[in-house]
């Protein structure tokens, strides 16, 4: 499933991560369209969160590009890499436990993070609507003035899902969104990223098998660093390499 | 309604007591309580470094020195007739005015020296710190260092900084005689004005979005990066602030003491400092100011009544604070108010 | 110049030897643990007292020989002391733990003014110590010959214990991934208390090379302990070779700064060349690079 140049947003390029002789990432590729969803999927130690901290900058690779929208990205500052459109949710919510769910949300959405802008208090008319309109999409309007460290687990992954979005990242990574949670709100979280993607880039990272499956989208699957297999979640099910160092380490 | 008058009245007659005490005090114990004042100003810039940007400084005497010294190498030029040297070159056997000393006859130079050098200095050692994300444990021990290097630095140019005795011996600032009573209350009058403006400053900053990013960005470093803010400049404008506070603080309180010297500048002074603000509340503007004071008369009723055992109390309070009491006695005052 | 050049190296490595003894212990438990103790300095001074102790009831070579545990025990026990009352309960607060420990070293060095006074005691070492060696055109100070192989003593020793004995496993295991270790089996808890005694032991050990060159005051570890902390900044966390480079190159900076400018303007050197060099590796002298970064 090829993307045309205009319409691809992120391109991963034979990226290579080297921890003092384990290759975490092997000449890994991978490309990703402007509003398209995709899940990555693999076994422990595939490499899928090392991905994830690659594109962010968080690790830089010892070989490879990262291009956004064409522009090479791999050396940026880790702040300049969210500027420019990409923003991550990690594992372990990472909300500020101190601060209220809207001032988490506003610290997301503002758009001009130079110190002497921070000098003022309140929040401009645009930063309202985004923390308005992020606190429905992720249904904790009612919980707006309520100390982030006292949500539930479950509503602290949409908390932090949704400061990811208040910072009008064009590419979302979300690392296991559903870590920790039960049925109900994975397809709760599973129905809010069909929403989100609409209007966005996804790359979902998981292993959870029901909640990629309701996510409906392209699966990529890794494995020792490298690309294993790409297709369908039915294709995915069916491929026997797959099966073998994937599924089949599950049963 | 008493405990509402309480709360609300209790800054402001503290205030109108403070204005008054030049009428209701001995002019030591007015000049006493004008230093710890000016030590107050110091412990403002801990509270916005340390309390909520989470960066331990062990040197803050380095900053305080630079004030301190800026304004008392003006106060010994300018206190001489023209051409001669300061007393203590002369003792040393100089024969004529370092280059770098010459400005400082200028009051507008000396001024400016002391508002702007502190600042400068700090923010550009804290930039070269921060930039290569460099916080924690190594920042505070490479600020203790420093704090040293600078005191060494001080004792071992005799001829040039006063050593070990420092500068003292002031007559006059600008035109004022020090000795004159008016000018000392004066003196008070513009430390409790300054105090106060510092107090509503970092309030004002704590309670602005940059309070709030300094301190997302104590306790959430990465997500906030990954947000996409860069904590270093955030941290070099704390880090200034606090150095220019620290700057403030030396050079009134060099006026006030009369004297300042390496014994004031170096580790051990540096690292006081921090207990005046965990006492009080590192949280906390209001609690450091009270914090401070408090311990400064602590320090000055026992170290003078009973040498022996106030580095005893000294060293035991170090531990008390951070175990038993880390929020301080704000912490305390805030808990048994919830 | 040259026959300036030669004693200062030499002298830069004695230097060096002792920062690394001073450092070595505050580097183990800061890979462990992330703690800075501020009372390692008096430590030292422990040590040095300790040293003054014994070889005034047991003068000469045997007391030299008594005085080295006794100092390594005395101080691991005051360190173990420590950590158990204070390390431990501060242990996620790593800038508390400096200003608690800071207290510590407050109440030793006046405990130590009250019971030897504020002036320094000599340590009565005997005459082999007091003497030189001649080489060639040069004299070594037996005393610093004997520092440099005390220091290289207790490297190996270090390195056997990490290398061969079950606890330097555990220790190894607790310091690469502390949650896995426990889960192990490891008792963690005991393995850090064993680490800080340690190196406040081999402080106490740096106390007695201190006393055979100077005399003991109660202030004695203060005038070691900040290039100590600077070498542990410089030589990366939880490295025992770290260690060793960071405080040869300080001791070496520093000795060849005092050929051309006195020891207040070296210092500040120092402190200028571990600012400079933090700028291009923040990490110190070896980076371990671990697959589990901070979160």
């Known amino acids: 499933m090829t993307t045309a140049t205009a319409d691809l947003l992120l391109a991963v390029d034979g990226v290579t991560v080297d921890y003092s002789g384990f290759k975490a990432l092997d000449g890994f590729s991978l490309t990703l369209g402007r509003r398209e969803t995709r899940v990555v999927i693999g076994p422990n130690g595939a490499g899928k969160s090392t991905l994830c901290d690659c594109i962010i900058g968080r690790v830089r690779p010892s070989a490879g590009r990262i291009l956004l929208r064409g522009e090479d990205i791999t050396q940026k500052p880790e702040h300049a890499i969210v500027g420019a459109g990409i923003c991550r949710k990690f594992q372990a919510p990472g909300v500020l436990a101190a601060l209220s769910v809207a001032q988490n949300l506003a610290l997301a959405a503002r758009r001009d993070r130079r110190w002497w802008k921070a000098l003022g208090t309140g929040m401009s008319a645009a930063e309202q609507e985004t923390v308005a309109a992020v606190l429905a999409e992720i249904d904790l309007a009612g919980r707006r003035e309520v100390l982030a460290g006292t949500l539930s687990h479950g509503e602290k992954q949409w908390l932090e899902i949704g400061m990811v979005v208040a910072t009008g990242a064009e590419l979302l990574l979300l690392d296991e969104p559903t870590a920790g949670m039960g049925p109900a709100e994975t397809s709760r979280t599973a129905a809010l990223i069909r929403r989100l993607a609409q209007s966005r880039s996804v790359l979902v990272i998981d292993h959870d098998m029901r909640f990629v499956e309701e996510l409906g989208a392209q699966v990529t699957v890794m494995h020792q660093g490298r690309f294993l297999f790409q297709g369908g979640i039915a294709d995915v099910r069916a491929d026997a390499q797959v099966a073998q160092v994937y599924l089949g380490s599950h049963r | 309604m008493v405990e509402l008058m309480r709360r609300r009245g209790l800054p402001w007659l503290l205030l109108l007591a403070a204005l008054a005490a030049p009428f209701l005090m001995s002019g030591y114990d007015l000049n006493l309580l004008a230093r710890f004042m000016a030590m107050a100003i110091l412990s403002l810039g801990l509270v916005l470094l340390w309390g909520h940007g989470g960066i331990l400084s062990l040197g803050q005497g380095l900053f305080f020195g630079l004030g301190g010294y800026a304004i008392a190498m003006h106060m010994k030029l300018a206190d001489l007739p023209g051409g001669s040297l300061p007393d203590f070159m002369v003792w040393t056997g100089r024969t004529a005015l370092p280059g770098w000393w010459a400005p400082f006859a200028s009051p507008a130079f000396a001024l400016l020296a002391v508002l702007l050098l502190p600042a400068l200095a700090g923010a550009l050692f804290a930039w070269s710190m921060v930039r290569r994300r460099i916080g924690g444990t190594y920042f505070a021990i490479i600020t203790q260092a420093l704090a040293l290097a600078f005191a060494t630095f001080l004792i071992s140019r005799q001829e040039v900084t006063g050593g070990f005795n420092g500068l003292t011996g002031f007559q006059s600032l600008f035109g004022w005689q020090l000795a004159d009573q008016k000018v000392g209350r004066g003196l008070y009058w513009l430390t409790l004005a300054l105090l106060c403006l510092g107090f509503i400053g970092i309030r004002a900053l704590l309670a602005s979005r940059f309070g709030t990013l300094l301190g997302a960005m104590r306790d959430g470093e990465n997500r906030m990066r990954f947000l996409g803010y860069d904590p270093a400049p955030y941290r070099m404008v704390a880090f200034g602030i606090a150095a220019f506070l620290a700057g403030l603080s030396g050079a009134l309180f060099t006026l006030h003491a009369g004297v300042i010297s390496p014994a004031m500048v170096g580790v051990v002074p540096s690292i006081e400092m921090v207990i005046l603000v965990a006492v009080g509340g590192r949280m906390s503007p209001a609690g450091a100011i009270f914090g401070t004071i408090a311990v400064c008369y602590a320090r000055d009723f026992i170290s003078s009544s009973f040498p022996d055992l106030w580095l005893y109390l000294l060293g035991a309070l170090f531990i008390a604070v951070v175990t038993l009491l880390p929020g301080g006695l704000a912490g305390l005052v805030r808990q048994r108010r919830a | ?295």
Do not use: C, K
């Not at chain 3, 300790?50 to 020989?65: E, H, R």
């Open chain 3, 1 to 295: 110049m040259e026959g300036l050049v030669l004693p200062q190296l030499f002298n830069g490595l004695s230097v060096a030897s002792l920062y690394l003894l001073a450092a070595l212990g505050l580097a183990l438990s800061f890979g462990l643990m992330r703690v800075i103790n501020m009372a390692h300095g008096e430590m030292l001074m422990l040590g040095g007292y300790l040293a003054f102790l014994t070889l005034s009831l047991v003068p000469g070579t045997g007391g030299i020989l008594l005085a080295v545990p006794v100092a390594f025990v005395g101080a691991a026990l005051m360190g173990a002391l420590i950590q158990l009352t204070l390390v431990r309960r501060l242990l996620a607060r790593p800038l508390d733990t400096l200003i608690a420990t800071w207290g510590v070293s407050l109440i030793l060095q006046q405990a130590a003014r009250d019971l030897f006074g504020a002036v320094g005691v000599e340590v009565r070492a005997p005459d082999w110590l007091a003497g030189s060696v001649q080489l060639g055109s040069m004299a070594f100070p037996t005393a610093r010959l004997f520092i440099l192989l005390a220091t290289l003593l207790v490297l190996g020793a270090l390195a056997l214990l990490f290398r061969t004995t079950r606890a330097g496993l555990h220790i190894r295991a607790v310091n690469q991934d502390r949650a896995m270790a426990a889960m192990l089996g490891i008792n963690v808890g005991r393995v850090e208390l064993m680490m800080f005694a340690l190196g406040t032991g081999i402080a106490g050990l740096a106390g007695v090379m201190l006393a055979l060159l100077g005399p003991v005051t109660p202030t004695v570890g203060q005038s070691y302990i900040v290039p100590a902390f600077l070498v542990v900044v410089l030589g990366g966390v939880g490295s025992i070779q770290g260690t060793t480079i960071a405080a040869l190159m300080l001791g070496l900076v520093s000795a060849v700064a005092q050929i051309f400018v006195d020891v207040s303007v070296a210092q500040l050197l120092l402190l200028l060349f571990v600012i400079l060099f933090l700028q291009v590796r923040p990490q110190g002298v070896i980076t371990t690079s671990s697959r589990a970064l901070d979160g």
